[in-house]
């Protein structure tokens, strides 16, 4: 009579990872919830950057009307983040919602290309003419991957860039924006 060796798998039993297995993450509702956090440390990286740049301002234009508006500004579109955390993306999406998302997606894009833009522009090309072509490679590298992180963001996940892409298509049917 054949016997099964002691480590097969049996038979009765879905395999690991599938619906109706212990381990299958649709039913583990502790994974579900871990993946809503808001993500901390962007967050606090985000708040740092604010702080600084606010900062700059009022040590270089003193406390203004323009000053304060660029600060409040700025803050609004860093608080952004956190406010997406807190969604539910089960449900459709409110007017607030679309609206911030489409805020935050024209902000990235406008911060992200213009670092780009001014990276190639101040450190890419002085590099190129001086003959430093291990500099300026790494010029545009750095730079092609803001622009990445422009067009598409950057997922939660991080764990390699289709994950990004995939958000954002995810996102841009959610929220049905075209471009």
Not at 56 to 71: R, Y
Not at 94 to 103: I, N, V, Y
Not at 115 to 131: D, E, Q, S, W
Not at 142 to 159: K, M, P
């Amino acid at each position: 009579m054949y016997q099964q060796p002691p480590d097969a798998p049996d038979p009765r039993k879905p395999p690991p990872y599938s619906p109706g297995h212990k381990n299958h993450l649709a039913d583990d509702r502790a994974v579900e919830e871990t993946f809503r956090q808001p993500a901390r440390g962007s967050v606090l990286l985000l708040a740092a950057l604010f702080g600084c740049v606010a900062l700059g301002l009022f040590i270089t234009h003193g406390v203004s009307t323009s000053t304060a508006v660029v600060v409040a500004s700025f803050a609004a579109m860093l608080a952004i983040p956190g406010y997406f955390a807190t969604r539910d993306r089960s449900l459709p999406p409110s007017r607030t919602e679309t609206t911030a998302a489409t805020c935050w997606l024209w902000f990235r894009r406008a911060l992200c290309w213009g670092l780009a833009l001014a990276l190639l522009v101040g450190a890419g090309v002085p590099a190129l003419f001086a003959g430093h072509i291990g500099r300026t490679l790494a010029v545009l590298v750095f730079s092609a991957f803001l622009a990445y992180v422009g067009w598409f963001g950057r997922a939660h996940t991080n764990i390699s860039f289709r994950d990004d892409i995939n958000a954002h298509h995810r996102n841009k049917e959610r929220y049905k924006w075209r471009l």
